[in-house]
């Protein structure tokens, strides 16, 4: 009876660790499909006993997972969420308080009408009735509404 190399073994288990990080998110089971390519190269090259099989992969996973992944996470990935310190994007517009508008839709609160801002018709609200055509002025901006008084 004749068994497969040992080597192919940890091959196709680190092929299987690359292919399942496609996956999976994390970027974790890639150093394991590392470890399991390394182990498979020094078991082709020496004979080596399954046990020291096993602790080389459990020694070069735990290394290369804690040396190499944020190394390779801060080269080649970008960062998810923006810092608060950093300028925010030029295409965001922000209503400027004084600036003036005209009213699209009639404002009754609590309900919100519309705006035409910067070339933009917004969500707008304030603190008492305001007719369509009316001037108003910009008082601030909270998320995707204005807030927007008579003049």
Do not use: C
Not at 31 to 45: C, D, E, H, K, N
Not at 57 to 71: E, H, Q
Not at 113 to 132: F, K, L
Request: a negative charge.
């Amino acid at each position: 009876m004749s068994f497969i190399d040992p080597a192919l073994y940890w091959l196709i288990i680190g092929v299987m660790l690359f292919f399942l990080e496609l996956a999976l998110p994390g970027f974790v089971l890639f150093f394991f499909g590392l470890a399991a390519i390394i182990t498979a190269l020094v078991a082709w090259l020496t004979p080596i006993a399954l046990a020291w099989q096993l602790g080389l992969f459990i020694v070069t996973s735990v290394v290369s997972l804690l040396t190499l992944r944020d190394l390779i996470q801060k080269n080649f990935f970008k960062p998810k969420h923006t810092q608060i310190d950093e300028e925010p994007d030029e295409d965001v517009i922000y209503a400027v308080p004084g600036e003036r508008a005209v009213v699209g839709v009639t404002i009754v609160p609590p309900a919100e009408g519309r705006i035409n801002y910067s070339g933009t018709s917004w969500r707008a609200s304030a603190d008492e009735v305001i007719e369509e055509g009316e001037i108003v002025a910009v008082v601030r901006q909270k998320n995707l509404v204005i807030h927007v008084e008579k003049i």
